[in-house]
């Protein structure tokens, strides 16, 4: 059986930054990946996708974007091939087409299994991505036959739906960009929006991103957060990576997409949705006030603020039987899969339990996830700081066993 120090799961960019921090330590190791590096971006995004935050954003440990468009937003295809450089410049050690399917305990290491055989290794990090199989709510069971159901993660363009009106439930990144593409492609959008964090693209003639950067505010730490498990769940940003283009419900609204409240429900082929849309849109466009005081407040001088959310009169039931809907979108998020992991670090909910990263059980870390140390941690900006800090920890545990050894050893 092949033993290494580390065996990282997943070669994502925090797998492989992982793998950067563990190569500057000198700890062996080797990251195991089911498909190719970057696989989340070759099978699981649509065609126009661009990532939301810009190109000069796009930094990893020993790694940073100096292209000519520093301003810009990468397409999947680019940050594919970002990656890949990244990792062969790195000289990560991925084995690729090396599908995970147990990881457990035993003495006092880990031993993980492949579908290319067993490693052993005393220490593992989870790389395998927060956003692994789309989060899809029970209720899309009780949708009529004869509508097409489909995710974001399966869904590449207008042309591969079939012709008539589309009904998207979800109105954060993925729900808001799929609506508006669907909508100029001609077809007829209802949005189901439930909460949601409404953002301009651009504020005081700078991308909102360089504010909440310079600010501080996507470095707040996880220690610090005054209500961490909410702000692990804060949905994505209502953001596009077009220059200048902000897409919230006010502009979707005018271009003639129908806004609904939140999905609740569907009963005898009669999608119902909350009547709670003044609602959500009024917490939105405050929590939007609250984020440009705190920019202005930074930057000492007070800047615009956006009309608040138009709500139009919304429907509150939508016949699903009736023909006027050919294809659901259910755009409502993404959750990890980690149903092979074999080590009692899973709360009820599948969710793994951690501090920071560091689970309860010596050795096992976790890296990707909501705010894992700081608010940027599910971006790719967030994981030079994520992984320098569990590299650290994973060498003081190393430290700790080799200690045990030597002593038990004399
Ligand atoms: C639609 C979308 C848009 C996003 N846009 C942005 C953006 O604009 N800017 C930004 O900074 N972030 C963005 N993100 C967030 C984040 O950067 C991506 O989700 C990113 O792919 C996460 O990186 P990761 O390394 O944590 O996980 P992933 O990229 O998902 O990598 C995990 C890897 O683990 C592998 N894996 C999983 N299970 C196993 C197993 N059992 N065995 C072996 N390998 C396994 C997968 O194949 C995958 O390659 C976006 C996310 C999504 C979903």
């Not at 070759?42 to 935050?53: E, F, I």
């Not at 990893?60 to 520093?70: F, I, K, S, T, V």
Request: glycine share 12%; charged share 20%; aromatic share 6%.
């Amino acid at each position: 059986m092949p033993h290494t120090t580390t065996v990282i799961v997943g070669a994502g960019h925090c797998g492989l930054a992982m793998s950067h921090c563990l190569a500057a330590r000198s700890i062996d190791h080797v990251v195991l990946e089911r498909g190719e590096v970057a696989n989340s971006w070759r099978t699981q995004r649509w065609d126009s996708l661009r990532l939301l935050t810009p190109n000069w954003m796009t930094r990893l440990p020993g790694y940073a974007y100096r292209g000519a468009d520093p301003d810009g937003y990468l397409d999947a295809r680019q940050v594919t091939a970002m990656l890949e450089g990244y990792a062969d410049v790195s000289a990560a050690p991925v084995l690729t087409g090396t599908t995970v399917t147990s990881v457990r305990a035993a003495g006092g290491g880990y031993v993980v299994q492949t579908d290319q055989g067993t490693w052993r290794a005393p220490t593992v990090v989870l790389a395998c991505g927060a956003a692994t199989v789309p989060a899809v709510p029970a209720l899309a069971g009780l949708v009529p036959a004869g509508i097409t159901c489909l995710t974001p993660a399966a869904y590449r363009n207008p042309a591969g739906l079939p012709r008539g009106g589309v009904l998207v439930v979800g109105a954060s990144a993925s729900g808001i960009q799929l609506a508006d593409e669907l909508h100029r492609s001609g077809r007829p959008v209802t949005l189901a929006v439930g909460e949601h964090v409404r953002m301009p693209r651009t504020y005081r003639g700078r991308d909102i991103l360089w504010w909440l950067d310079a600010a501080g505010v996507l470095d707040e730490r996880y220690d610090e957060a005054g209500d961490l498990v909410r702000a692990r769940n804060v949905p994505s940003m209502q953001l596009v990576g077009s220059p200048g283009r902000t897409i919230d419900l006010n502009v979707l609204s005018s271009a003639g997409v129908r806004l609904a409240g939140r999905l609740a429900g569907i009963a005898d082929g009669v999608a119902q949705f909350s009547g709670s849309l003044p609602n959500v849109c009024a917490l939105a466009d405050l929590k939007l006030g609250r984020l440009l005081d705190t920019i202005d407040a930074w930057a000492g001088a007070a800047g615009e603020r956006f009309a608040p959310t138009f709500v139009p009169a919304a429907p509150l039931g939508l016949d699903l039987r009736s023909g006027e809907i050919s294809t659901i979108v259910w755009a409502t998020g993404y959750r990890p899969d980690l149903s092979w992991l074999e080590v009692p670090v899973l709360d009820r909910k599948g969710r793994v339990v951690h501090d920071g990263g560091v689970t309860a059980c010596p050795g096992l870390y976790l890296i990707g996830m909501p705010f894992l140390r700081r608010r940027k941690s599910s971006l790719i900006d967030g994981a030079a700081g994520d992984a320098a800090e569990l590299a650290s920890h994973l060498a003081g545990q190393l430290d700790a066993l080799a200690g045990r050894c030597e002593r038990s050893a004399s």
